[in-house]
């Protein structure tokens, strides 16, 4: 199966700190994130998505590969389902840049049409404006989680 992969950058007003804080609540994306039905957080490495993607609802376990406080988180699902990415942290000023790439493999149609006509592209970009919204209403992160992860080893 082919993969598609997308990618996508905001500017944040806010402090890198509390961005990537943000970032950490797997549990609030579907506050932001208009695919992401639940995250159930698994213990700190490992989380339960339950996505719904063109009417259909996928689910899978991801796991967190790498980790470094205010600089980037990576993640690869695990069993059958393709889903992988990284996201970013760079400070700019009193800003924050996020940078997202995300690959993964889309098995309906109405999946490989959206990636070859560029809509999930779309939706993400859509996706971190509302990031962007979320932090900057609220003036600062609902949680944080300060810890480092490398190759599955975790380091609180």
């Known amino acids: 199966m082919a993969t598609s992969t997308v990618t996508a950058e905001i500017d944040v007003d806010a402090p890198i700190r509390a961005v990537y804080d943000q970032w950490t609540q797997f549990e609030e994306f579907p506050r932001f994130m208009s695919a992401v039905e639940r995250i159930d957080q698994l213990g700190d490495e490992r989380q339960h998505w339950v996505v719904k993607v063109g009417g259909v609802e996928r689910e899978f376990d991801a796991r ?41 493999t ?25 990031f ?12 944080g989680w300060r810890g480092e992860i490398h190759g599955g080893t975790t380091t609180p």
């Open 64 to 104: 967190i590969t790498d980790q470094v406080p205010d600089d980037h988180i990576s993640w690869a699902s695990q069993g059958e389902a393709v889903h992988s990415g990284r996201v970013s942290f760079r400070p700019v000023g009193d800003r924050t840049q996020v940078a997202l790439e995300m690959t993964w």
């Open 106 to 130: 889309p098995e309906s149609f109405t999946e490989k049409t959206g990636a070859a006509l560029g809509i999930d592209e779309h939706a993400v970009k859509k996706d971190l404006e509302r």
């Open 132 to 143: 962007k919204d979320f932090i900057e209403e609220r003036g600062r992160e609902t949680g």
